[in-house]
């Protein structure tokens, strides 16, 4: 029995156990020499019948055992070995580490996707659209819209929009008639005459202010195509033109073309030369471009602009319609803080 307890304290004496596990035995040679010296006098003693069982007492615990007979060896190169009461009650550390679960949120990946809607099918080419065009705004339209209104006095730029306006008055006549609005169709008619006489050609609108009080009011083929029942079709967003749809890019183009200027010939002729036709649209959008620039901001502090710039297009487009058709107005307008407004620039009317 002593025996057995002495060969198993000086296999279990050696270097610290950690987690139960007994590492390769490290002994120095002194203490080696000592301890097989006291293993040789025991074995003789129990050879010659001599009563060992006054030796020091060994606990029946073998790690305890070797607690008691590691004295022997080098304080240097030994530890106290832990009991197997102490190894049982110890927290298995490993087990933590393997089932300790990561902080949360660590480990995870959110992936957002633009909603997609059935009236924008070719969402993605718009997307890449307007992304090109938002680019091309903050290098180029708008540092020019801001050079034009520093250079441009606002007088002037107000007279070139109501000569702009003055010019597409007749569209909205004549659409009025298409859409059985005699009313309003007058009231147009009435504008358009006082504002290209006593307005100067149109560069002061006159027309609205007392004691007339004939407001302006937008209109086209687009709206009409729209009073008799034709769907917008799908929403896009084009270079130079900015939000729009099938419908409203086809009825803009019959407004601008098939319609013609209320002028003499010669003087519509000059306007209708490509330079100065385009050197009045650049004008134009860019004057548009400067009253829009605050819109525009929140417009791109949303979530998502070219979502919220898609949204509130159709929703503005169908409430026009809705007003000039007579037709109750099933929409609620959106507030710029909360999504967005018009196209950023070059938009329709």
Do not use: W
């Not at 007492?57 to 004295?71: F, K, L, T």
């Not at 441009?152 to 007749?170: C, I, K, Q, S």
């Not at 917008?232 to 009825?251: E, H, K, N, Y």
């Amino acid at each position: 029995m002593v025996v057995s307890e002495l060969m198993t304290a000086l296999l279990l004496a050696g270097a610290p156990v950690q987690a139960g596990v007994i590492p390769p035995l490290q002994f120095a040679p002194s203490s080696v020499a000592a301890a097989t010296t006291q293993l040789d006098a025991t074995l003789e003693k129990a050879d010659m019948g001599v009563d060992v069982t006054s030796a020091p007492s060994v606990s029946d615990d073998p790690i305890r055992s070797a607690n008691q007979a590691v004295s022997i060896f080098s304080p240097e190169t030994t530890a106290e070995i832990p009991t197997t009461g102490q190894i049982a009650n110890s927290p298995d550390t490993s087990a933590q580490s393997e089932t300790e679960e990561p902080p949360q949120g660590a480990n995870e990946i959110i992936v957002t996707a633009r909603t997609r809607s059935p009236i924008d099918p070719l969402q993605t080419i718009n997307a890449e659209s307007y992304a090109i065009t938002q680019a091309i705004d903050e290098a180029v339209v708008e540092p020019s819209a801001h050079a034009y209104a520093k250079v441009v006095p606002e007088p002037v730029r107000n007279g070139l929009r109501n000569f702009a306006n003055n010019l597409h008055e007749p569209a909205v006549f004549v659409n009025f008639l298409l859409q059985l609005k005699p009313g309003k169709a007058a009231e147009t008619a009435g504008r358009f005459l006082v504002n290209s006489t006593v307005g100067v050609a149109g560069l002061f609108d006159m027309a609205k202010r007392k004691p007339i009080n004939l407001p302006r009011r937008r209109n086209g083929f687009a709206d009409t195509l729209g009073c008799y029942g034709v769907k917008s079709g799908p929403f896009l967003f084009l270079p130079l033109i900015g939000a729009t749809t099938v419908r409203d890019l086809i009825g803009g183009s019959i407004d601008g073309f098939a319609i013609p200027l209320p002028l003499p010939g010669s003087v519509a002729r000059s306007l209708s030369r490509p330079p100065v036709a385009i050197s009045r649209s650049v004008a134009r959008e860019l004057d548009k471009r400067i009253d829009f620039d605050e819109d525009l901001q929140k417009i791109r502090n949303s979530s998502d602009p070219y979502v919220a710039t898609r949204e509130h297009y159709l929703q503005r487009r169908q409430t026009q319609i809705d007003e000039n058709c007579g037709k109750k107005n099933i929409y609620v307008e959106t507030r710029l803080d909360q999504t967005a407004t018009t196209a950023p620039f070059f938009t329709n009317p």
